[in-house]
């Protein structure tokens, strides 16, 4: 598979929700404290990502 989402812990012990194209993180989330809010994380993302607005400032 091309694209994943990965949940790691950071250096504080917080979950953190990665996306991963290619081999090559893309973007990751804040840290929370609960493994299930880095899932919720995810879960918002796919659900909100796929109508955000694009805004090219260029």
Do not use: Q
């Not at 990665?18 to 918002?44: D, Q, R």
């Amino acid at each position: 598979m091309a694209h994943r989402f990965e949940i790691r812990k950071n250096k504080k012990g917080e979950f953190v929700s990665y996306f991963i194209y290619n081999s090559e993180t893309i973007f990751w989330t804040e840290g929370y404290k609960s493994k299930a809010s880095a899932k919720n994380a995810i879960e918002s993302i796919l659900k909100n990502g796929p109508n955000a607005e694009i805004v090219d400032n260029y």
